[in-house]
């Protein structure tokens, strides 16, 4: 897990923001710039509440709503992307200053595994091409159980592809 981008770091992704923003005819706010702030300062995969917390803790007085608004412009400027998705519950990690990569989740415990694999990136520019789109971006995200989880929970849901042969599909 990561501790956050240095300070230069920021102060770059700060200012590509800025033009990001001024090429959409909007302006950098206090309250955006301490949103960049502290959602570059958060270590690793982050949920919206932690961001939120953090923005408190420094005294910066913001509605959750404002952070929301503020995440679509983070992740289309590149500062942040989307990280974990489980149900209806989102969390984000910096995008600057990091490799691309993907996540593999167990959906017993929780715990989440970065991985590269250029495999994968191949066969999705490949996909794209294919179908005519110019990829943007992805969010590739694998959830399945970990080894612990299917140790505790040999009963539990079981091996899809076991399933699958008991049914006899």
Do not use: N, W
Request: hydrophobic fraction near 40%; aromatic fraction near 4%.
């Amino acid at each position: 897990m990561r501790h956050g981008l240095t300070a230069a770091r920021r102060r770059a992704a700060l200012a590509r923001f800025e033009r990001f923003l001024e090429r959409r005819d909007l302006r950098l706010t206090p309250a955006r710039a301490a949103i960049v702030e502290a959602a570059l300062a958060q270590p690793g995969h982050f949920p919206i509440e932690a961001l939120v917390e953090s923005l408190r803790r420094r005294g910066i007085r913001g509605s959750k709503a404002t952070v929301y608004r503020a995440l679509p412009l983070l992740t289309e400027a590149g500062i942040l992307q989307e990280a974990v998705v489980k149900g209806d519950e989102r969390s984000y990690e910096a995008a600057v200053g990091r490799r691309h990569h993907d996540h593999l989740i167990c959906s017993g415990c929780g715990t989440v595994v970065e991985f590269e694999y250029p495999a994968i990136e191949i066969l999705q520019r490949e996909v794209a091409a294919r179908h005519g789109f110019e990829l943007e971006g992805h969010h590739l995200q694998l959830s399945g159980r970990c080894p612990a989880c299917r140790g505790r929970g040999a009963g539990r849901g079981g091996d899809l592809r076991q399933g699958l042969a008991e049914d006899g599909s």
